[in-house]
């Protein structure tokens, strides 16, 4: 069957050729159709199937909806035990200069304010910085993690600012960045330190004016993020010797935390094999 716009057609099916059907659009959008057979009857059988088609998009439209609220209470379940599992009061130790970093950390999480966490490996700054992101006005966003020393210098501008397709060979379509997928939260870079200068300077780029570009891109993003940052070198000794700009490191380190090593009997860290994290993660599969 053709039908056009507020026009008439004919009609194939219950009414046989020749059968005329004429249609309007009422200003609020609703539809009135006429279906009239050769012989001048009159008959409904087309109302009959848009409510039967409307019925059937109500019935769809419930079920997505009933989906829609189970996934919601599904995540809003692993939001909650996510951010239980991150309470500041959740983490071991009992060292009073350990203490006292936490509670620095936990003063400062409500704030927007940057964060650079020190300390040896293993001392819990990922740790932390997830409890100061899920004590944080932030905690309903995303907690974005980035390894700078994880990623060759190549690799790192895409990860963190994304890029456009076609941006350099290999780039076969567009990608978000960490700094986009973040958006909301809290972006927390991991040895920092290991950030190449050129990087470096970007990163310094994007602190100062809270805006940034997709490799290859021109259009500007806004950098809605939380910037919670680590490392376990010696950064003000990095600037000193130029392998960390010391303009970088003073946007970094405006609220910073060292954390003291925790020393069990053996001299290793004691919660080292107790993953609090991994138990979040078998949950669900997923952070
Ligand atoms: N105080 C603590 N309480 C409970 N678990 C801890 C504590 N400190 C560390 N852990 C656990 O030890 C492991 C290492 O901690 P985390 O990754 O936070 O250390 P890190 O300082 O980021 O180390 P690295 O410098 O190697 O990245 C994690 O599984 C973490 O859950
Ligand atoms: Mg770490």
Same mark, same amino acid.
């Given at each position: 069957?053709?039908?056009?716009?507020?026009?008439?057609?004919? +009609?194939?099916?219950?009414?046989?050729?020749? %059968?005329?059907?004429?249609?309007?659009?009422?200003?609020?959008?609703?539809?009135?159709?006429?279906?009239?057979?050769?012989?001048?009857?009159?008959?409904?059988?087309?109302?009959?199937?848009?409510?039967?088609?409307?019925?059937?998009?109500?019935?769809?439209?419930?079920?997505?909806?009933?989906?829609?609220?189970?996934?919601?209470?599904?995540?809003?379940?692993?939001?909650?035990?996510?951010?239980?599992?991150?309470?500041?009061?959740?983490?071991?130790?009992?060292?009073? %200069?350990?203490?006292?970093?936490?509670?620095?950390?936990?003063?400062?999480?409500?704030?927007?304010?940057?964060?650079?966490?020190?300390?040896?490996?293993?001392?819990?700054?990922?740790?932390?910085?997830?409890?100061?992101?899920?004590?944080?006005?932030?905690?309903?966003?995303?907690?974005?993690?980035?390894?700078? %020393?994880?990623?060759?210098?190549?690799?790192?501008?895409?990860?963190?600012?994304?890029?456009?397709?076609?941006? *350099?060979?290999?780039?076969?379509?567009?990608?978000?960045?960490?700094?986009? +997928?973040?958006?909301?939260?809290?972006? *927390?870079?991991?040895?920092?330190?290991?950030?190449?200068?050129?990087?470096? %300077?970007?990163?310094?780029?994007?602190?100062?004016?809270?805006?940034?570009?997709?490799?290859?891109?021109?259009?500007?993003?806004?950098?809605?993020?939380?910037?919670?940052?680590?490392?376990?070198?010696?950064?003000?000794?990095?600037?000193?010797?130029?392998? *960390?700009?010391?303009?970088?490191?003073?946007?970094?380190?405006?609220?910073?935390?060292?954390?003291?090593?925790?020393?069990?009997?053996?001299?290793?860290?004691?919660?080292?094999?107790?993953?609090?994290?991994?138990?979040?993660?078998?949950?669900?599969?997923?952070?």
């Amino acid at each position: 069957m053709g039908l056009d716009h507020n026009g008439a057609s004919d +009609l194939w099916g219950a009414g046989g050729r020749g %059968a005329r059907l004429s249609r309007s659009v009422s200003p609020t959008g609703s539809t009135r159709a006429t279906w009239r057979s050769p012989r001048g009857s009159r008959c409904t059988s087309w109302w009959r199937y848009s409510n039967q088609r409307l019925a059937e998009e109500q019935r769809r439209l419930a079920a997505v909806e009933g989906r829609a609220r189970q996934l919601e209470q599904r995540v809003a379940r692993l939001r909650g035990a996510l951010s239980d599992q991150y309470r500041f009061d959740r983490i071991i130790g009992e060292a009073p %200069a350990f203490r006292e970093a936490l509670d620095q950390a936990a003063r400062v999480a409500p704030a927007e304010t940057t964060v650079l966490l020190t300390g040896e490996s293993g001392t819990g700054k990922e740790l932390v910085a997830r409890a100061i992101h899920y004590a944080s006005r932030r905690a309903e966003g995303p907690f974005v993690a980035v390894n700078c %020393a994880a990623l060759p210098e190549t690799l790192i501008e895409s990860e963190l600012f994304g890029h456009e397709r076609g941006a *350099f060979t290999g780039a076969d379509r567009l990608k978000r960045g960490r700094f986009e +997928l973040a958006a909301g939260g809290t972006l *927390f870079l991991d040895e920092i330190g290991e950030l190449a200068p050129a990087v470096q %300077a970007k990163l310094l780029r994007v602190i100062q004016e809270r805006q940034y570009e997709r490799v290859g891109g021109t259009a500007t993003l806004s950098a809605a993020v939380r910037l919670v940052t680590a490392t376990n070198h010696d950064l003000e000794q990095a600037v000193v010797d130029g392998r *960390f700009r010391g303009d970088l490191y003073y946007r970094l380190a405006v609220f910073r935390v060292h954390l003291p090593r925790l020393a069990g009997a053996d001299g290793r860290c004691p919660h080292a094999g107790r993953p609090l994290s991994e138990r979040v993660r078998g949950q669900d599969g997923t952070e």
